[in-house]
């Protein structure tokens, strides 16, 4: 299929945690136009119930597809991907890359056959995690902790804020206080606001934790899905969108500037 050069890569989020996976698609796509959506009107995601995203957002995404006209649509978020990713491919024409916790490769890289999934709380209640861990890790212990303090956190210290500095600690521990987490080598960060606070996770960590996360797979999901494509000889300052108030969106506007994105106007 014939794609506009400039035809961009929208990047979906309720908040600033789809930037973790915006900076891997720029470093794997250099020239690519960036538009870099967030929901902030229904954050956080994860105290949403199942049918409000389900209705949510299909909707919003067909509306900036439309808007847009995206070579690709980047769900940079677990609790949406878990979800909502089979309603939103099939209502939507356009190729759609979903974000799911990273418990593949984490049930590989294990030596002590524990692993933690740090996520939302709708995420880890979502039969998808359910079967990824059947399907991957079904001869691991899969521990699970919804931790939505830690994402406000995230969003606290993107804004310059400090936010809850005990977050970090609390999710960890919350996790190793399992039956079972005494022995837990590798967490799976399964929100995407938590690779932006990955130096406080390793900071506050009791012993030696392996973090990981689905960045880079993303990223080389991208990549195989525009081989061939054209692109700008310079990728544009990335546009920014929230539904909401962008005047909330104040204190970001450094954060973005480092991502390479414009300050936040309505979607
Ligand atoms: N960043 C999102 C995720 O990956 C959602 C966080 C939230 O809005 O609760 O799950």
Request: with cysteine.
């Amino acid at each position: 299929m014939l794609v506009d050069r400039d035809a961009p890569i929208i990047v979906f989020d309720s908040g600033v945690g789809g930037l973790s996976v915006l900076q891997g698609i720029r470093a794997a796509l250099p020239q690519a136009p960036l538009v870099y959506a967030m929901d902030r009107a229904a954050y956080p995601y994860g105290q949403q119930a199942e049918a409000t995203l389900l209705a949510r957002v299909p909707a919003l995404l067909g509306r900036l597809a439309e808007r847009y006209r995206p070579r690709l649509i980047v769900m940079a978020c677990n609790t949406a991907s878990t979800v909502a990713l089979a309603a939103v491919r099939e209502a939507l024409q356009v190729p759609i890359v979903g974000t799911v916790p990273a418990i593949k490769p984490a049930a590989c890289m294990t030596q002590t056959g524990v692993i933690g999934v740090l996520g939302t709380a709708a995420t880890v209640r979502q039969a998808y995690v359910d079967r990824l861990s059947a399907a991957f890790a079904a001869d691991r212990l899969v521990l699970r902790h919804g931790a939505p303090a830690l994402v406000d956190y995230a969003e606290a210290r993107l804004r310059g804020a400090p936010g809850d500095g005990d977050a970090p600690r609390a999710a960890i521990n919350a996790l190793l206080a399992q039956p079972g987490g005494d022995r837990l080598d590798t967490i799976v960060l399964a929100c995407t606001h938590f690779p932006l606070v990955r130096d406080a996770l390793v900071e506050t960590a009791p012993r030696q934790l392996r973090f990981i996360d689905g960045t880079e797979g993303i990223a080389r999901r991208c990549q195989a899905l525009t081989t061939g494509q054209s692109w700008p000889a310079q990728a544009p300052t990335g546009i920014t969108l929230t539904t909401g108030e962008p005047a909330e969106c104040t204190l970001l506007v450094e954060t973005l500037a480092r991502f390479g994105l414009g300050p936040a106007q309505a979607l």
